[in-house]
């Protein structure tokens, strides 16, 4: 079992940032592919970014170029730095865990309870 607990959101205005983070716990061996999923309000949940154990990384083409991933394995922390915020990109976001590659699909086994982010025009 891993546990995934996020931190980090807020209510920004347009054009700010904020840095997500995600600690994770437990039999973290099992955590070895993660990501950042985001869910609008009456939207389906997608996926934001991802992070390989080679520290390859994979984005969503609305977060090109603003959002950075990250991970510390040493502090078993995930972070997804966010600048350039838009106001669409308000939504509850979710750190997520696998032992195995999911990319950016929504499968992954371990999910955190999601932190919130508003972005105000």
């Known amino acids: 079992q891993v546990q995934l607990v996020e931190s980090g959101g807020g209510s920004v205005q347009s054009g700010g940032s904020l840095r997500l983070s995600c600690a994770a716990s437990?039999?973290?061996?099992?955590?070895?592919?993660m990501a950042w999923f985001r869910q609008p309000p009456g939207k389906e949940r997608e996926g934001v970014a991802f992070?390989?154990?080679?520290?390859?990384?994979t984005y969503a083409n609305s977060v090109k170029g603003r959002f950075t991933i990250s991970r510390d394995n040493a502090k078993n922390q995930l972070y997804l730095k966010m600048n350039s915020l838009k106001p669409e990109d308000t939504a509850m976001y979710y750190c997520?865990?696998?032992?195995?590659?999911?990319?950016?699909?929504?499968?992954?086994?371990?999910w955190g309870q999601g932190t919130q982010v508003t972005v105000s025009s």
């Open positions: 992070i390989g154990t080679f520290e390859d990384t």
């Open positions: 997520a865990a696998d032992r195995l590659n999911w990319g950016l699909l929504p499968r992954y086994t371990y």
């Open positions: 437990g039999n973290t061996y099992s955590a070895s592919y």
